[in-house]
């Protein structure tokens, strides 16, 4: 297979990542945390994929995949909602202007 | 088989990644509180296209469990979510870690069993390491979230032989995953397949243990590192490009807040994993019980005769409570003409961002906020630091004794204020269990007690106060 694609995925992906990452301010860590928790719920995807592919074996893989599923569901609605409900806090009206 | 596909993936996986730059400007939006909540609507958006791709793609519309597994997963996620209060957030960030590495675990043990014509040997170890890594998340956040909500005792336990056996675990955490990726498909295959998860667990819970309560934010930052480590590795497993593309930028996330927390300690990450503390409490000379060597100043009257205030907030206001009694106190001196700041220590509460988000929820406003520098560059020409429930990361004794906890970490320096009141519950530690000198500093006044209430009655003293301002 092709390796180099992952490596350079990975690795390109982190990169790009960490310099968006870095210039978010300390103010707003708790939500980065709280969304970087909704997107380690990508796992979902791997996750639907294993419940579609166990079709057809006995219950206890489609159990656990299903476990899976809702598991990494749990942490996107989660993660997303419990930063939405942060963020609005700063972006309340009579909070100020945006610091320099 | 091979058609519509791309380096091995169904086309719509590798489509799918054209939805990652969405997130990318998510997290770029981040970078300012005014857009913050457009970014992470975006994420979100981002996230629904890529759910609602492997869907269709995989055709998995039609069936009963995927909806089902869904649907619970969303109402338990929406229950946390709204029930949450923000106090908890560093519990519910902790289990929010814990609950991605267990499901990246057992989408990797999936893998693993599934495996029947046994994948080549990259993918194979990488299920063995995302089971590995996804169990310790999984077993290290429970640890976490059970020594934040004081179930079990926040100091660090630790036994003989506890480093030996962590890294003798690790060891054969790795050792396993090449075993189980070398025997193709025989018994020492199921063996590692089944022994792996339970090596996890354990090793996650012996790290956490080890790990002492000032260095929770550093361990809370380096579990959200490894759930995002954990999905892009179980995606490596599985061969679908968007975990591995997306859990990078997790890892990077959670590393990045690592190193900031570890710098704002001034510790090693190493010397935090293997909870190289020195003796604690031990090792800290108790001070010299100095009397009062001034008659102690109302501090009421300090407030009202002061130009420029700086409010140090700790876990401590977030344990009483204190946060409506700040805002009354900060708008009743605002009233006054008084300059009020807020002098934020990185590591003040339990993970980063922690006091900012208490501070906003009572309406503050976050642009008085002040970091660890800046505030400390202020506060030589401040009246008075009002400390509120902090304290390790304004003692003293952080770059004056050595071998603590804290040694060697900057402290915002309130002592080059002119006056210093403490409004703490009592004289005891703080969570890194250091005497703190500064309570018998002679600058500082001492109002012990529930901050709520000590706040409340400063305030309405200051309130009986003439306007002098």
Same mark, same amino acid.
């Given at each position: 297979m092709n390796a180099l694609f992952w490596v350079v995925l990975f690795a390109g992906t982190a990169a790009v990542g960490y310099r968006v990452l870095r210039a978010v301010p300390a103010l707003l860590h708790t939500p980065l945390m709280s969304g970087m928790n909704a997107l380690s719920g990508i796992t979902v995807l791997a996750a639907l994929a294993a419940l579609g592919a166990a079709r057809g074996e006995g219950p206890w893989p489609r159990t656990l995949a299903a476990l899976a599923v809702a598991l990494a569901m749990a942490n996107v609605v989660g993660g997303f909602l419990v930063t939405h409900r942060m963020l609005r806090m700063f972006g309340r009206r009579g909070n100020g202007e945006e610091p320099s | 088989m091979n058609d519509g596909r791309f380096a091995g993936i169904p086309a719509f996986e590798a489509a799918a990644l054209l939805l990652v730059p969405l997130v990318v400007l998510g997290i770029h939006w981040m970078r300012s509180p005014r857009t913050a909540a457009r970014g992470n609507a975006l994420g979100a958006a981002g996230m629904l296209g890529f759910i609602l791709v492997t869907l269709a793609g995989r055709g998995l &519309? #039609?069936?009963p469990m995927v909806w089902v597994g869904l649907a619970v997963g969303a109402g338990v996620g929406i229950v946390l979510a709204l029930r949450v209060r923000m106090i908890q957030m560093p519990e519910l960030v902790a289990l929010f870690n814990g609950i991605g590495g267990a499901a990246s675990a057992v989408v990797a043990l999936l893998a693993l069993r599934a495996a029947v014509p046994v994948p080549p040997p990259a993918p194979r170890v990488a299920a063995f390491l995302a089971t590995g890594i996804g169990t310790l998340t999984f077993a290290g956040s429970l640890i976490a979230v059970f020594k934040l909500a004081r179930w079990l005792p926040s100091r660090p336990v630790a036994f003989r032989g506890h480093a030996t056996l962590c890294l003798a675990l690790l060891g054969g955490l790795l050792a396993l995953a090449g075993i189980g990726a070398a025997s193709a498909g025989g018994g020492a295959y199921r063996v590692a397949a089944a022994v792996i998860p339970a090596a996890g667990l354990l090793f996650g819970v012996l790290f956490m243990v080890r790990v002492g309560g000032a260095d929770m934010p550093v361990s809370i930052s380096l579990l959200n590192a490894l759930s995002g480590v954990a999905a892009a590795v179980a995606g490596f497993a599985v061969g679908n490009p968007v975990p591995v593309a997306v859990g990078a930028m997790v890892g990077t996330g959670g590393l990045m807040l690592t190193r900031i927390m570890c710098r704002a300690m001034n510790r090693e990450l190493g010397d935090v994993l293997a909870g190289r503390l020195a003796d604690a409490a031990g090792a800290a000379e108790t001070p010299a019980e100095a009397g009062p060597s001034e008659p102690a100043r109302d501090p009421a009257d300090l407030l009202a005769a002061a130009r420029r205030v700086a409010i140090v907030p700790g876990y401590g206001m977030a344990l009483a409570q204190a946060q409506p009694a700040v805002k009354r106190l900060f708008d009743l001196l605002e009233k006054r003409g008084v300059e009020v700041v807020f002098a934020i220590h990185p590591v003040a509460g339990r993970m980063p961002g922690h006091m900012h988000i208490l501070l906003a929820e009572v309406? &503050?406003?976050? +642009? *008085?906020f002040l970091e660890l520098d800046e505030a400390n560059a202020r506060l030589p020409e401040t009246d008075v630091a009002l400390v509120v429930g902090a304290n390790d990361v304004v003692n003293p004794s952080a770059g004056t004794v050595e071998g603590t906890p804290i040694s060697g970490m900057p402290i915002l *320096?309130?002592? +080059? #204020?002119?006056a210093v009141v403490v409004c703490n519950l009592d004289r005891s530690p703080g969570y890194a269990g250091v005497p703190n000198p500064l309570y018998d500093a002679p600058k500082t006044t001492l109002c012990l007690g529930d901050a709520a209430q000590t706040l409340s009655a400063l305030a309405d003293a200051l309130a009986a106060q003439p306007a002098s301002a």
């Amino acid at each position: 297979m092709n390796a180099l694609f992952w490596v350079v995925l990975f690795a390109g992906t982190a990169a790009v990542g960490y310099r968006v990452l870095r210039a978010v301010p300390a103010l707003l860590h708790t939500p980065l945390m709280s969304g970087m928790n909704a997107l380690s719920g990508i796992t979902v995807l791997a996750a639907l994929a294993a419940l579609g592919a166990a079709r057809g074996e006995g219950p206890w893989p489609r159990t656990l995949a299903a476990l899976a599923v809702a598991l990494a569901m749990a942490n996107v609605v989660g993660g997303f909602l419990v930063t939405h409900r942060m963020l609005r806090m700063f972006g309340r009206r009579g909070n100020g202007e945006e610091p320099s | 088989m091979n058609d519509g596909r791309f380096a091995g993936i169904p086309a719509f996986e590798a489509a799918a990644l054209l939805l990652v730059p969405l997130v990318v400007l998510g997290i770029h939006w981040m970078r300012s509180p005014r857009t913050a909540a457009r970014g992470n609507a975006l994420g979100a958006a981002g996230m629904l296209g890529f759910i609602l791709v492997t869907l269709a793609g995989r055709g998995l &519309l #039609a069936d009963p469990m995927v909806w089902v597994g869904l649907a619970v997963g969303a109402g338990v996620g929406i229950v946390l979510a709204l029930r949450v209060r923000m106090i908890q957030m560093p519990e519910l960030v902790a289990l929010f870690n814990g609950i991605g590495g267990a499901a990246s675990a057992v989408v990797a043990l999936l893998a693993l069993r599934a495996a029947v014509p046994v994948p080549p040997p990259a993918p194979r170890v990488a299920a063995f390491l995302a089971t590995g890594i996804g169990t310790l998340t999984f077993a290290g956040s429970l640890i976490a979230v059970f020594k934040l909500a004081r179930w079990l005792p926040s100091r660090p336990v630790a036994f003989r032989g506890h480093a030996t056996l962590c890294l003798a675990l690790l060891g054969g955490l790795l050792a396993l995953a090449g075993i189980g990726a070398a025997s193709a498909g025989g018994g020492a295959y199921r063996v590692a397949a089944a022994v792996i998860p339970a090596a996890g667990l354990l090793f996650g819970v012996l790290f956490m243990v080890r790990v002492g309560g000032a260095d929770m934010p550093v361990s809370i930052s380096l579990l959200n590192a490894l759930s995002g480590v954990a999905a892009a590795v179980a995606g490596f497993a599985v061969g679908n490009p968007v975990p591995v593309a997306v859990g990078a930028m997790v890892g990077t996330g959670g590393l990045m807040l690592t190193r900031i927390m570890c710098r704002a300690m001034n510790r090693e990450l190493g010397d935090v994993l293997a909870g190289r503390l020195a003796d604690a409490a031990g090792a800290a000379e108790t001070p010299a019980e100095a009397g009062p060597s001034e008659p102690a100043r109302d501090p009421a009257d300090l407030l009202a005769a002061a130009r420029r205030v700086a409010i140090v907030p700790g876990y401590g206001m977030a344990l009483a409570q204190a946060q409506p009694a700040v805002k009354r106190l900060f708008d009743l001196l605002e009233k006054r003409g008084v300059e009020v700041v807020f002098a934020i220590h990185p590591v003040a509460g339990r993970m980063p961002g922690h006091m900012h988000i208490l501070l906003a929820e009572v309406n &503050l406003p976050y +642009e *008085r906020f002040l970091e660890l520098d800046e505030a400390n560059a202020r506060l030589p020409e401040t009246d008075v630091a009002l400390v509120v429930g902090a304290n390790d990361v304004v003692n003293p004794s952080a770059g004056t004794v050595e071998g603590t906890p804290i040694s060697g970490m900057p402290i915002l *320096r309130v002592t +080059e #204020a002119r006056a210093v009141v403490v409004c703490n519950l009592d004289r005891s530690p703080g969570y890194a269990g250091v005497p703190n000198p500064l309570y018998d500093a002679p600058k500082t006044t001492l109002c012990l007690g529930d901050a709520a209430q000590t706040l409340s009655a400063l305030a309405d003293a200051l309130a009986a106060q003439p306007a002098s301002a």
